[in-house]
Every structure is written in C-alpha cells, then in structure tokens.
T-cell receptor
Framework: AQTVTQSQPEMSVQEAETVTLSCTYD???????LFWYKQPPSRQMILVIR??????QNATENRFSVNFQKAAKSFSLKISDSQLGDTAMYFC????????????FGEGTQLTVNP | GAVVSQHPSWVICKSGTSVKIECRSL??????MFWYRQFPKQSLMLMAT?????????EQGVEKDKFLINHASLTLSTLTVTSAHPEDSSFYIC??????????????FGNGTRLTVT
C-alpha cells in the first residue's frame, strides 16, 4: 500500500518570503501522480499543483513549484512571495496510475503566513 | 466549470436518527465519486468509492451498513449515515471524477458537510 508522509505539522512564514513544505511517499509503482492540495479555513479542497511521475521536469504554477525527486520519493512544495491568502492546510497526495483516481493523502501541514 | 455541490453544508441531528448527504456534479457527468471523512486538524480518510449503477466499494474498517452510499445517476451520489451516534460527528467531503476527461484527471471536491450528532 502507498503511504504519504508530511513531517511538518505546522509552519509559518513572513509575507513575501519563500517557504518549502516537505512530502515523502512510499510506493513500489513506477507510474503515478502527485498532488498538492490547499484547504483554507473554508475547508474547500483546492488543487495547487500536479506532477506526473514520468515527467522529469518539475511542475510550476505561478508562485508554486515543486521539487520532485523520484529516486528519493520526495515531493516538496515551494511557495514564493508568500501571501496572507496562502494561509491554509496543505495536503500532499498520491495517485497510482491504475487506481481509478483514488487519492492517498498525507497528514497535512498547517501553513500560516504572517503580515 | 467542474463544480461539485454538496448539501447540506451543516447538519445537526439527534443520536439514533439518519442523515443523508448529497453530492452533485453540476456541469459534468461523474461515473465515480469518492466519500472522505475528516476529523478536526486531520487528513482526509477515504471511506468509499461510489460508482454509478453499481455497489459502492468500502475501505477497510468502514461499516457499509452504517454508511449507505447510492449513486443512482451520473451526477448524484448520496451518503446516508444511519442510526447516527456522537462519534459519527465529523466533516464529510465528496469528490467527483469527470467521466469525459482522461484517466486520473484531477478530482473536483464538494464544499463538505459538517455533521454534528447530539
């Protein structure tokens, strides 16, 4: 079974600075997808970024980028120019290619952006 | 596009009663929907996979007779918590997979339902 580990329960960052959230996963599969989801206080799940395992290039979405290290099974999220609206719980998630879109989530990291 | 509506957003019920939560895909068809449970400050735990026209697949440890799932159409899945007890109080979230999109497309989540059993 796949597992996803987020070792930082809480993090904080000053507005406009950069922060990196860590995620590691364990799988014996070669084809899979990794995601970062954001859950603000409204509790709506919002997709931040997605990475296909077969792609070597790290995914980027505006201020959000990932460092995908397939051999190390690591998938960290970097948030640049942090904004107050980035304050949320962030979940790393894994999807096996043959799972029919079934997600396995990490424990989450509560990020607080301070003014 | 790709809106998933979950209703109600908040419900309080008495112990022993049943509560139905609806998950609708408003602008797309969803053959598969997922139901998650989330305790405060914890992660989302998959409860079951709902497939249109067939029986739901439950995760290990989830009581299928307590959490009844019906996926009668391509746009609606319902979760009924039967004979609810205070320990069933939680936040329930559904997600839907767009049928027409490529395999393993991103999931679209509902806004969640906060259930409180008194």
């Amino acid at each position: 079974a796949q597992t996803v580990t987020q070792s930082q329960p809480e993090m904080s960052v000053q507005e406009a600075e950069t922060v990196t959230l860590s995620c590691t996963y364990d799988t014996s599969e070669n084809n899979y997808y990794l995601f970062w989801y954001k859950q603000p206080p409204s509790r709506q799940m919002i997709l931040v970024i997605r990475q296909e395992a077969y792609k070597q290039q790290n995914a980027t979405e505006n201020r959000f980028s990932v460092n995908f290290q397939k051999a190390a099974k690591s998938f960290s999220l970097k948030i640049s120019d942090s904004q107050l609206g980035d304050t949320a719980m962030y979940f790393c998630a894994f999807m096996q290619e043959t799972s029919g879109s079934r997600l396995t989530f990490g424990e989450g990291t509560q990020l607080t952006v301070n003014p | 596009g790709a809106v998933v509506s979950q209703h109600p957003s908040w419900v309080i019920c008495k112990s022993g009663t049943s509560v139905k939560i609806e998950c609708r895909s408003l602008d797309f068809q969803a053959t598969t929907m997922f139901w998650y449970r989330q305790f405060p400050k914890q992660s989302l735990m998959l409860m079951a996979t709902s497939n249109e026209g067939s029986k739901a697949t439950y995760e290990q440890g989830v009581e299928k007779d307590k959490f009844l799932i019906n996926h009668a159409s391509l746009t609606l899945s319902t979760l009924t918590v039967t004979s609810a007890h205070p320990e069933d109080s939680s936040f329930y979230i559904c997600s839907a997979v767009r049928t027409a999109q490529p395999y393993n497309s991103p999931l679209h989540f509902g806004n969640g339902t906060r259930l409180t059993v008194t």
